[in-house]
């Protein structure tokens, strides 16, 4: 068979259908674990009058203002979002993984972080309008303390979607595209990380424990979370959709201009630790959840390959 033939078959191979299916199954495990802490740091994220509490404290607050399954409130389309957008990631990453394996020239993290960066803006584009449904959702019923904001009643997703075209534009699905593409460097750093991380601790055929697994996951994520916070924080207030823009025109101009403003704003009310407002409650839920997906990942792609008699080593 042909390179170009073997590329098509690799981009369409039961393998690569493994994986991103292991990994969405992953994502979603986790997040169903750690879910609570995901709904702190939104909290803190977009009521800017919420005090900036240790975790423990915003939970405590929550559950007491709001009853505990608040903690849960808008599980069902984050998993949703979740599960679709790990899925198209996954389903890239090791698509072009396989397509790159090949090719000369560049070492191997250098070879990493790219595929990462490329998976991360398809998965941009593609998911970026559940995720904006999935936040309007999860903010739905919220007790903010800032009063100025206010909420549209959504159905569920589909009438969520609806109104959101209806009322504000189909434009409106792809808020807060900009800082997710600049954002991409988030898993791609992630992934490079854990890759490498993983070849050393693999390296001479060693077996990579469970609890390995965990710990570099953990590692990987920490760092991307921690030097990409501030755009994430933009990323969720322009997702949440209470930001009206002043700028004039539209385009990458305009939502660059949008990403200072809050930027700046955000500093100047807050501090430049403002910038970082519920990065305790982001590291604790993203860190567990990497770790943790990337166990289950591993394990559910293993299970499967060894069930179907493939008997490979997943290589990364």
């Not at 020239?105 to 904006?132: A, C, E, F, H, Y």
């Not at 997703?157 to 109104?163: K, L, M, N, R």
């Not at 992934?191 to 697994?213: D, N, P, W």
Request: proline share 3%; hydrophobic share 45%; net charge positive.
């Amino acid at each position: 068979m042909s390179d170009n033939g073997g590329s098509a078959v690799g981009l369409l191979s039961y393998e690569t259908l493994v994986h991103a299916v292991a990994g969405a199954m992953g994502s979603v495990t986790a997040m169903t674990v750690f879910f609570p802490l995901d709904t702190a740091k939104s909290r803190l994220q977009v009521d800017e009058k919420r005090k900036s509490n240790s975790t423990p404290v915003i939970l405590a607050e929550i559950a007491k203002e709001e009853g505990f399954l608040s903690l849960y409130r808008g599980w069902f389309p984050v998993i949703s979002s979740l599960c679709c957008s790990n899925f198209v990631y996954f389903y890239t990453f090791n698509s072009l993984k396989k397509l790159m394996a090949s090719g000369p020239g560049q070492s191997r993290p250098g070879k990493d972080l790219l595929i990462g960066i490329v998976s991360g803006v398809v998965n941009v584009i593609l998911t970026t309008p559940m995720w904006v449904v999935n936040t309007r959702l999860k903010m739905q019923g919220v007790k903010f303390r800032n009063e100025d904001l206010h909420q549209t009643h959504y159905r569920g997703i589909f009438d969520a979607f609806s109104q959101i075209i209806a009322n504000e534009g189909v434009g409106t699905l792809w808020n807060g595209t900009l800082p997710s593409l600049v954002l991409v460097l988030n898993p791609a750093v992630q992934f490079m990380i854990y890759e490498a991380m993983k070849r050393k601790a693999g390296r001479g055929g060693r077996k990579i424990s469970s609890a390995k697994i965990f710990l570099i996951g953990a590692i990987a994520k920490a760092i991307a979370t921690t030097a990409t916070y501030p755009l994430q924080t933009v990323q969720a207030i322009l997702r949440f959709g209470q930001y009206t823009s002043d700028a004039e025109g539209g385009g990458v101009m305009g939502s660059l201009s949008n990403i200072l403003f809050l930027l700046m704003d955000r500093i100047k009310k807050h501090g430049a630790l403002g910038l970082y407002k519920g990065l305790e409650a982001k590291l604790l839920q993203t860190v567990l959840t990497a770790a943790l997906m990337f166990v289950v990942y591993e394990k559910i792609a293993a299970v499967t390959f060894r069930l179907m008699g493939m008997n490979k080593k997943l290589k990364h």
